[in-house]
């Protein structure tokens, strides 16, 4: 009853920007912390970039100073403002978001379905 979609991936070239969106719909009380993680082929998935409910937000060292991570709680949406892409930041981009459904209710790890972004040398 929890979906992310996410989208704004593509192709662009090195040095250029990408803003990736990703909007959580269905049953949700609250979501607590979201997230962009990244998998590249024959890679694990990788954290890079979470932020809380509250704001405070994280980054993968490989990203720091390029990339920022935002959301919009009022409309469940979370951003990734990519810039200064590098080819090493080839990847499907996924979204993750950590729900709580109902008041008083556990929390649950939900994904979307991924964005490919593909940065050219």
């Known amino acids: 009853q929890v979906q992310l979609v996410e989208s704004g991936g593509g192709l662009v070239q090195a040095g250029g920007s990408l803003r990736l969106s990703c909007v959580a719909s269905?049953?949700?009380?609250?979501?607590?912390?979201m997230g962009w993680y990244r998998q590249a082929p024959g890679k694990q998935r990788e954290l890079v970039a979470g932020?809380?409910?509250?704001?405070?937000?994280n980054y993968a060292d490989s990203v720091k100073g390029r990339f920022t991570i935002s959301r919009d709680n009022a409309k469940n949406t979370v951003y990734l403002q990519m810039n200064s892409l590098k080819p090493e930041d080839t990847a499907v981009y996924y979204c993750?978001?950590?729900?709580?459904?109902?008041?008083?209710?556990?929390?649950?790890?939900?994904w979307g379905q991924g964005t490919q972004v593909t940065v050219s040398s």
């Open positions: 269905g049953t949700i009380f609250r979501i607590n912390a």
């Open positions: 993750n978001a950590v729900v709580i459904k109902r008041f008083g209710s556990t929390s649950n790890d939900y």
């Open positions: 932020i809380t409910s509250g704001g405070s937000t």
